[in-house]
């Protein structure tokens, strides 16, 4: 994100606006970067909507308190390419600010696809293509806390903070942050690393691509990745986990834990609710809370299962495989007991503890 300023030209936009920088700075083909700054500024109505896309760049969302307008900062970078190509690039990149009709508004960036000369000479084609004119533009607004917000961007990372309302942040690539939002938060990313924290709703974080990390989530809480790992820690709400190719943390949560992942290890620390975790090549492995009474269900179809519990648990155990072992070392009334399987009680049996594992081993083991 653009957080210095070498020069600013300001600008109160009128109610459509279209800002245009019709000269590039002059360049040498030396593959330095090259910029242009302005920043402009338009009322906003406290709790309107307000939408920002960007195709090539990054954008940053910051909520300030008791704000009656956005103020967009922007920054204009082009490398490579010739001065004449230059020229081409600045006319094309354009950034518009829109209002709708209910006192919000829609902040977008279009910057064109790599631009290659227009030389009369094959030499000039040949030489532009091996080195085209690549151009981006970052943005960062500064809008009234109170507000619904939307940030979409195609090839750039997206930010955003200190926000008092729901929030949906989307790429196609690159990585998303978001810290102190009220909430709800929907995020989604195709190739993205996600982190985030001090949600005090609801999260809904979808990812095809890459790993993602929340802490401090106020609400319920669904992650999904196809590909890539999740940690998530100190979850208030329920937490529904599902990962496909990646391992899997959880860090106490408070609600209800469900975690369904096809190939990766789970790993569940100090859960307070309910626990069921299912994953199909990977290990699982559970530290239980002491003094809760609660439901676990572990299974894993070719990995082994790992449940720790402090030294007074009471539940009742039914842990069963096919082609490993089964370790309990807790003093437990046995109700059956073969090579296969185990079912029996410990303490006064608050608890219930359902452990599959038809291709691995199944240890329960004390933690004082």
Same mark, same amino acid.
């Given at each position: 994100?653009?957080?210095?300023?070498?020069?600013?030209?300001?600008?109160?936009? $009128?109610?459509?606006?279209?800002?245009?920088?019709?000269?590039?700075?002059?360049?040498?083909?030396?593959?330095?970067?090259?910029?242009?700054?302005?920043?402009?500024?338009?009322?906003?109505?406290?709790?309107?909507?307000?939408?920002?896309?960007?195709?090539?760049?990054?954008?940053?969302?910051?909520?300030?308190?008791? %704000?009656?307008?956005?103020?967009?900062? %922007?920054?204009?970078?082009?490398?490579?390419?010739?001065?004449?190509?230059?020229?081409?690039?600045? !006319?094309?990149?354009?950034?518009? +600010?829109?209002?709708?009709?209910?006192?919000?508004?829609?902040?977008?960036?279009?910057?064109?696809?790599? +631009?290659?000369?227009?030389?009369?000479?094959?030499?000039?084609?040949?030489? &532009?293509?091996?080195? $085209?004119?690549?151009?981006?533009?970052?943005?960062?607004?500064? !809008?009234? !806390?109170?507000?619904?917000?939307? #940030?979409?961007?195609?090839?750039?990372? %997206?930010?955003?903070?200190?926000?008092?309302?729901?929030?949906?942040?989307?790429?196609?690539?690159?990585?998303?942050?978001?810290?102190?939002?009220?909430?709800?938060?929907?995020?989604?990313?195709?190739?993205?690393?996600?982190?985030?924290?001090? +949600?005090?709703?609801?999260?809904?974080?979808?990812?095809?691509?890459?790993?993602?990390?929340?802490?401090?989530?106020?609400?319920?809480?669904?992650?999904? &990745?196809?590909?890539?790992?999740?940690?998530?820690?100190?979850?208030?709400?329920?937490?529904?986990?599902?990962?496909? %190719?990646?391992?899997?943390?959880?860090?106490?949560?408070?609600?209800?834990?469900?975690?369904?992942?096809?190939?990766?290890?789970?790993?569940? #620390?100090?859960?307070?609710?309910?626990?069921?975790?299912?994953? /199909?090549?990977?290990?699982?492995?559970?530290?239980?809370?002491?003094?809760?009474?609660?439901?676990?269900?572990?299974?894993?179809?070719? /990995?082994?299962?790992?449940?720790?519990?402090?030294?007074?648990?009471?539940?009742?155990?039914?842990?069963?495989?096919?082609?490993?072992?089964?370790?309990?070392?807790?003093?437990?009334?046995?109700?059956?007991?073969?090579? &296969?399987?185990?079912?029996?009680?410990?303490?006064?049996?608050?608890?219930?503890?359902?452990?599959? !594992?038809?291709?691995?081993?199944?240890?329960?083991?004390?933690?004082?």
């Amino acid at each position: 994100m653009t957080r210095t300023a070498r020069g600013i030209l300001s600008a109160v936009m $009128p109610l459509c606006a279209v800002l245009l920088v019709a000269a590039a700075p002059a360049g040498a083909r030396d593959g330095t970067e090259r910029g242009s700054e302005w920043s402009a500024s338009h009322p906003f109505r406290e709790g309107a909507l307000l939408r920002v896309e960007n195709r090539r760049g990054s954008v940053l969302v910051t909520g300030v308190p008791g %704000a009656d307008a956005v103020e967009v900062r %922007a920054r204009k970078w082009m490398e490579g390419g010739a001065p004449e190509d230059s020229a081409r690039v600045f !006319a094309l990149m354009e950034i518009r +600010i829109e209002p709708d009709d209910h006192g919000g508004l829609s902040v977008g960036a279009f910057v064109p696809d790599p +631009i290659y000369s227009a030389g009369d000479s094959w030499w000039d084609r040949l030489r &532009s293509r091996r080195d $085209p004119v690549r151009a981006r533009v970052d943005l960062e607004i500064l !809008a009234p !806390a109170r507000c619904e917000t939307e #940030i979409r961007t195609v090839s750039g990372d %997206a930010a955003a903070r200190a926000l008092e309302g729901p929030l949906r942040i989307e790429t196609e690539r690159g990585d998303l942050l978001v810290e102190e939002v009220l909430g709800p938060v929907r995020v989604v990313g195709r190739h993205a690393n996600v982190t985030v924290s001090e +949600i005090r709703g609801d999260l809904d974080v979808r990812v095809t691509t890459g790993e993602v990390e929340a802490r401090r989530v106020g609400g319920a809480l669904h992650a999904r &990745s196809s590909s890539g790992d999740l940690y998530l820690y100190d979850i208030l709400g329920d937490a529904d986990v599902e990962g496909r %190719a990646g391992d899997v943390l959880v860090e106490e949560c408070a609600g209800r834990l469900r975690v369904d992942a096809e190939s990766g290890d789970v790993e569940a #620390i100090r859960p307070s609710g309910d626990v069921e975790i299912r994953t /199909g090549l990977g290990d699982v492995w559970v530290r239980v809370e002491p003094g809760k009474s609660l439901r676990y269900h572990l299974e894993s179809e070719g /990995g082994n299962l790992d449940l720790a519990v402090p030294g007074d648990w009471s539940a009742r155990i039914d842990a069963e495989t096919r082609t490993g072992a089964i370790q309990c070392f807790l003093p437990i009334e046995l109700k059956r007991v073969s090579r &296969s399987r185990l079912q029996g009680t410990a303490g006064n049996g608050d608890s219930d503890a359902r452990l599959f !594992a038809p291709g691995g081993e199944i240890r329960i083991s004390r933690v004082d």
